[in-house]
């Protein structure tokens, strides 16, 4: 299973976009890559996943390399309700999720 | 949809007595259920994977006559803590799979167990 590395920390003012990065660069050819986050004392909370293209959906946008060694996830208009933890996975056919220390967005008024 | 949610959301006992959390799939069908361990500032840990019908398989280091598993239906997923301690005060997250295929779990809100 791939490793992730992500930044421990972040902080981006409210309405601008947030850029968060992650780098895999042990990933292999059939692993996704998916972007969850967790706000204090709930679970973790699906937002995008990708294999080898770039992805939209209403959350966030999701941009992988060409070399699927890092990606972004970009929340386009980030607000104070953004404020969490971001977790990045590699995801490999075992299936399992292995959480790394992800990254704690602060969105700031 | 793909809403999964888990029973009790908060629990204190006393050492020594065992507890059962509960995790559903409430608009899906799960043949894979997932149970997960947070302590606090820390990330989480995956303990042990639970298929329908069959013994769950549980990670490196984690006790399984400890936390007991069953997963009798395709929604229903229960973890049993027995014998609790203080040092089993955490925080427990479930997860579900679609039996339809697919590999994103959807995650329950999560049940803070507090041992005295």
């Known amino acids: 299973d791939a490793k992730t590395t992500q930044p421990p920390s972040m902080d981006c003012a409210e309405g601008r976009a947030a850029n968060l990065p992650c780098n895999h660069s042990t990933i292999s050819g059939n692993e996704y890559v998916y972007w969850y986050r967790q706000i204090h004392s709930q679970g973790p909370q699906y937002i995008i996943h990708g294999l080898k293209n770039n992805e939209t959906n209403e959350m966030a946008s999701l941009i992988i390399t060409e070399d699927r060694k890092s990606s972004t996830l970009i929340l386009p208009h980030a607000t104070l309700r953004d404020t969490a933890v971001y977790y990045c996975?590699?995801?490999?056919?075992?299936?399992?999720?292995?959480f790394g220390t992800g990254t704690r967005l602060k969105v700031l008024a | 949809g793909a809403v999964v949610s888990q029973h009790p959301s908060r629990v204190i006992c006393k050492s020594g007595t065992s507890v059962k959390i509960e995790c559903r799939s409430l608009d899906f069908q799960a043949t894979t259920m997932f149970w997960y361990r947070q302590f606090p500032k820390q990330s989480l840990m995956l303990m042990a994977t639970?298929?329908?019908?069959?013994?769950?398989?549980?990670e490196q280091g984690v006790e399984k006559d400890k936390f007991l598993i069953n997963h009798a239906s395709l929604t229903l997923s229960t973890l049993t803590v027995t014998s609790a301690h203080p040092e089993d005060s955490s925080f427990y997250i479930c997860?579900?799979?679609?039996?339809?295929?697919?590999?994103?779990?959807?995650f329950g809100p999560g049940t803070r167990l507090l041992v005295l």
């Open positions: 996975i590699a995801l490999s056919g075992t299936y399992k999720y292995i």
């Open positions: 639970s298929n329908e019908g069959s013994k769950a398989t549980y």
């Open positions: 997860s579900a799979r679609f039996s339809q295929g697919g590999k994103t779990q959807y």
